[in-house]
Nanobody
Framework: QVQLVESGGGLVQAGGSLRLSCTAS????????MGWFRQAPGKEREFVAAISWSGTRTLAADSAKGRFTISRDNAMNTVYLQMNSLKPEDTAVYYC????????????????????WGKGTQVTVSS
């Protein structure tokens, strides 16, 4: 079992930055590919970024490349999403998710494949 708790969301002006954190409980975290997804009102949940459990591989959606950085600290059971140059279209609830049981360099990007989800944190970017 893995329980995920996100934090760090809030209201920020366009061009600003936020760092989201996702802290996990449970031993499976250190062998889980971790991902960030987001869902805006009236839209489907979409992939943002993900990182392998080794921390050596990352993938990001085109909308996040060059602005968002995912990282993890396995000793702290925490994964981060640093978001810079935020835009109003980044406004959404951001969810952390874990995909457990793959090789150390596997990066999971499909929401349907995730085994565990956090409850989400709201990010609002004002223009």
């Amino acid at each position: 079992q893995v329980q995920l708790v996100e934090s760090g969301g809030g209201l920020v002006q366009a061009g600003g930055s936020l760092r989201l954190s996702c802290t996990a409980s449970g031993r499976a975290f250190s062998s889980a590919s971790m991902g960030w997804f987001r869902q805006a009102p009236g839209k489907e949940r979409e992939f943002v970024a993900a990182i392998s459990w080794s921390g050596t591989r990352t993938l990001a959606a085109d909308s996040a490349k060059g602005r968002f950085t995912i990282s993890r600290d396995n000793a702290m059971n925490t994964v981060y999403l640093q978001m810079n140059s935020l835009k109003p279209e980044d406004t959404a609830v951001y969810y952390c998710a874990a995909d457990v049981g793959w090789s150390r360099n596997y990066v999971g990007t499909s929401a349907d494949a995730m085994d565990y989800w956090g409850k989400g944190t709201q990010v609002t970017v004002s223009s």
